[in-house]
Each structure stands twice: as C-alpha cells, then as structure tokens.
C-alpha cells in the first residue's frame, strides 16, 4: 500500500487538478492506496473541498490542523497518519509532477528507501529565489556535515522504515530536507523539470525564507557557535600579547602618556578573558544543544550474520 502525503494550504484553485491528476496515475499503477490530505489551517475553500473528495471517494483521508502550522509540520503530522509500506509526500500546487511517482516506486523496489526529486530546472520562479536557493543548499553543505542533497525538496518516497525512522526523532524544530538526509539508508535521486505553480500563490516569502534557513543551519550545526568560540580566542591571545608587549615596553622605555598603560593593559586583559570565557560557554551550549534535540545514535541499514 502507497500513502501519499499533501500538505494544503489555501489551495482551492489546484485541488480539483491535482485529484483528478494524482488518481490518475495511482490507479493506473498501485491496487491499494491513501491519499492524506493535511489541511494546514486554510482560510479558503480548501476544506469543504477535501471534504467533498473524502465523501466520494473511501482512499482519501482529511487531516485538518487547528491553524496554520507551516509546511513541515504539516508533513510531519501526515507522516504520523500515513499506514502505507511506503509513503510519497508531494505539494498540492502541481509543481510536483505526480506523473514520477511510478518512478518513484520503481526504484523503491528496486531496494532505496529514500527516493527523492532533484529538480534539473526550476520554471517560473524568479532569478532572486534560484539565486538564493542555489546559495543556501551550497552553504549548509558546507558548514553541515550531513549530506543534503542540493536542488531537492520535499517531493520524495519514503519506505516504511525510513519512515519510522524519522517519527523516532523528537526535535521540535523540524527542518524535514536536513531529517531526511540525517536518518540515512540508501537513496537515489530522480530528476525532473520543476513545473510552475498551477494555480494560486506561493506561501513563502523572503522574510520566511531567511527563517527557513536559519532554522535548518542552527538545528543541523553547531559551527556558527563555534565560529565564536575561536574567534573569541584569536582575538583573545592578541589583545594578551599586546598587554604584554604594552607592560614590557614601558617598563623598559616609559610612557609619556600617564595612566595609558595600565588602562589599555586592564581592558585588553578583561576583553580577552571574557572573550575566552564566552567561547567556553559556547562549547558548553553546542553540546547541550545537541543533547537537547533527543536524536536517537544510529539507525541500522542491516546486519550481515552468518
Ligand atoms: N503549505 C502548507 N502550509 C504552509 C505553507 C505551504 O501546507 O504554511 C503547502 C502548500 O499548500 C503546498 C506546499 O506546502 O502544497 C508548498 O508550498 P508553496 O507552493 O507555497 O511553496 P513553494 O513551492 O513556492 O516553495
Ligand atoms: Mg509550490
């Protein structure tokens, strides 16, 4: 059985498209499936809508959310409802082309759990937001010793255990792109031409995109406290050697300026210990972080015995 998750919010003018299309392809392809429709506190017609489609037809299953809760948790609480031996999470705006799932499924028998969309072009997206997406999935590869793919979304299969998996991490700040590479297993990418949005708006602005990626580079890596922790400390064993070469140089020569020496050598010696100090907190911190997220160590692919 295929579970499939669509997160919705305000999507009235794509949901009549996006049944009719989605159908289509299931049942062409799978005997057994679900469709989860999560309605993530739409102020629209979304919900008399799914409501519709869950009357006549016995396959969908209506998840509505008490308000807006953003995307990812919208997936998350689809993925605790979801019943199916894999599960396949696409937008409702028709970006995602349901047409892949075949090839989803496809390689999910042939033994990957985590199938995921590689978009090999994006259309009707501004030049600013391909800049900056393109930017930001360099950056947290970079910084984040993870391995997130680039150019993918949410638009993925998932088996069962990948699945199980993901609801064993109790974080609360859920950057699901970050999870799905975190829980690990084999995976494959599936490329695509990313469609422009059927209908209706996109719900993201600049403003939720920063905190978007905030979000994913603070809850997958501590290297912006890092980043502190030794810049505090270079900073720190300069402003000492100053001191010292301050103190050595008016002992030896004198300073013509009263009271300098003793000034810059007690605010130099305060700034480098609380520098250093405030880096030690940081170690502390990024390691009750990590504490604090409550992952499990390791999930196993397999064991080999004989
Ligand atoms: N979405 C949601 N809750 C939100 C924002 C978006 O469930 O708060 C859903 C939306 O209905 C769509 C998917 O997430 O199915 C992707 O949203 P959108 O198309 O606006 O994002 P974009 O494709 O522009 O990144
Ligand atoms: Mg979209």
Do not use: H
Not at 193 to 213: S, V
Not at 246 to 267: E, H, K, M
Request: aromatic content about 14%; some cysteine; proline content about 5%.
């Amino acid at each position: 059985m295929l579970s499939i998750i669509i997160p919705a919010y305000n999507e009235q003018e794509v949901l009549g498209e996006f049944y009719a299309r989605v159908t289509a392809v299931l049942d062409s392809m799978v005997s057994d499936y679900e469709l989860i429709f999560v309605n993530d506190g739409s102020r629209d017609g979304t919900l008399p809508l799914l409501e519709k489609f869950a009357e006549s037809d016995p396959r969908v299953v209506v998840i509505d959310l008490s308000r807006n809760f953003g995307k990812e948790i919208a997936v998350s609480a689809g993925i605790d409802f979801a019943r199916g031996d894999a599960v396949v999470i696409i937008d409702a705006d028709l970006q995602d082309p349901p047409e892949l799932i075949p090839e989803f499924v496809r390689q999910w028998q042939n033994g990957f759990d985590n199938v995921y969309a590689r978009r090999v072009s994006r259309d009707g997206e501004s030049t600013i937001k391909k800049v900056t997406a393109y930017l930001f999935y360099r950056f947290i590869r970079m910084i984040t010793n993870i391995d997130i793919p680039a150019d993918t979304g949410d638009f993925r299969l998932l088996s069962r255990r990948a699945v199980d998996s993901l609801k064993q991490l109790p974080e609360r700040n859920r950057f699901m792109k970050g999870l799905y590479a975190w829980i690990g297993y084999p995976a494959i990418a599936v490329e695509y031409r990313r469609d422009p949005r059927y209908a209706g708006d996109t719900k993201w602005n600049y403003w939720k995109l920063w905190n978007f990626a905030l979000e994913g580079i603070t809850s997958f890596t501590e290297v912006p406290l890092k980043v502190a922790s030794y810049v505090g400390g270079f900073i720190a064993f300069f402003a000492f050697c100053y001191g010292i070469y301050i103190i050595v140089n008016t002992l030896l020569y004198g300073n013509p300026v009263a009271g300098y020496p003793s000034l810059i050598v007690t605010i130099l010696f305060l700034g480098g210990i609380q520098l250093v100090f405030i880096g030690i907190l940081g170690e502390y911190l990024a390691r009750a972080f990590s504490e604090s997220k409550r992952r499990p160590l390791y999930f196993v692919n397999k064991v080999l015995r004989k």
